[in-house]
């Protein structure tokens, strides 16, 4: 007999194990005799469940297309394709573009095949190939994407736990120190990016074709939008004129990744590359288009290009965020009033990054007190 009662409650309640877990739930009536009828019929289907398992198979390529098609943002879709092409044994190169074969399984696999043992397989081989733990933990939260859409559409998923697994392996990511751009490499980048600057490769600035010159001047006014709003790739990218006004200055920004939204006032250059831009529109819609009039895509390697001219190593699109809440704290600008630039969710998150950049600021304030 597994049937128990509470003396607040005019029910009997199921209680029983079932694979090594305890079910314990209502059966939302006072007889007893049906309460045991209940118990039995729910026991009898979660084990044929457990057993036999009806729900549809997919396989781990069919799976991945439907994640995918899910997401169209262009910064994490380009994030999640490199994901998914390892996932499935092979990456691009960011700058040939060619195949490079690298562990992953084969795309006929059913999904809800996998076990802990092929993550586990996949974590030595990413330390083999290189990766840094940070991007095996991005893999792994990709995998786990894979695993909450199909339980969303009721196809047959694997028998693991993301969260046990990093736990188990000890998989944590070290914090590091914040990578922002000095004043001197800010200037080099832009130097390399300024569009009316000869090129190696290059046909000469004058005779060069509207299309190299549009390319060329979107990549460098695009840095500065990021530069001195602080703004994720995807925002800026996407942003809007219906969001621009250029006679209060002000930009009214969506933050999609935490759903929130901001006004920040234009610094004098960004008002300068906004105003100009307004003048000759590509789009009535957004600001940085692609070459479709769509909104901006994702496109590293002219800026990865020009970091490089610049002598500048670790530099990615977001380190351009990291520049501008860095110059805002050391500056002496509250962790408060960076969170609200940059769209945080949580002050704790700002907190966590970038407290550690004013320290100088605090003891110089702490000395000029016991001083007096």
Known sequence: MSLVRHANSPYWYMSFMVNGKTVFRSTKTANKVLAQKIENETRKQMIEGIHFDTKEAITLKEIIDIHLST???????????????????????????????????????????????????????????????????????????????????????????????????????GKKPVRY??????????????????????SPVETQSSETRRIRQD??????????????????????????????RTIRLYR?????????????RLYDVLSRRSQKKDSEQFIFTNKKGGHRNYAICGFAAAARRAGIKDCTFHTMRKTL?????????????????????????????????????????????LDK
């Open 256 to 268: 999609g990744k935490v759903n929130n939204e901001s006004t920040l006032y234009m610094t004098e």
């Open 71 to 173: 997401r169209t943002e262009s910064r994490s879709r380009a994030q999640m394709l490199c994901h998914s092409y390892k996932l499935l044994g092979f990456k691009k190169n960011n700058i040939t573009k060619e195949t490079v074969e690298v562990f992953g399984f084969e795309p006929s696999t059913p999904f809800h095949q996998l076990t802990s043992k092929d993550l586990f397989r996949l974590m030595m081989a990413r330390k083999s190939e290189g990766i840094a733990t940070a991007t095996f933990l991005h893999e792994l939260v990709f995998f786990n994407g894979l695993i909450t859409t199909a339980k969303q559409l009721g196809y047959r998923v694997p028998d693991i736990d993301i969260k046990a697994f990093k736990k188990d392996q000890k998989i944590k990511q």
């Open 219 to 248: 990549a460098f006014d695009f840095v500065i939008a990021l530069l001195d709003t602080g703004a994720r790739h995807e925002e800026i990218a996407s942003l809007e004129w219906s969001r621009i006004d250029l006679k209060e």
């Open 181 to 202: 751009l000095t004043a001197e490499e800010e200037g080099r980048l832009l130097a390399e990016l300024d569009p009316n600057k000869p090129m190696h490769g290059f």
């Open 325 to 369: 809440a860095s110059k805002l704290v050391r500056g002496g600008l509250s962790i408060s009033d960076v969170s609200v630039i940059l769209g945080h969710a949580s002050v704790a998150t700002t907190q966590n990054y970038y407290a550690s950049l004013s320290p100088a600021e605090s003891s110089k304030r702490a000395v000029a007190l």
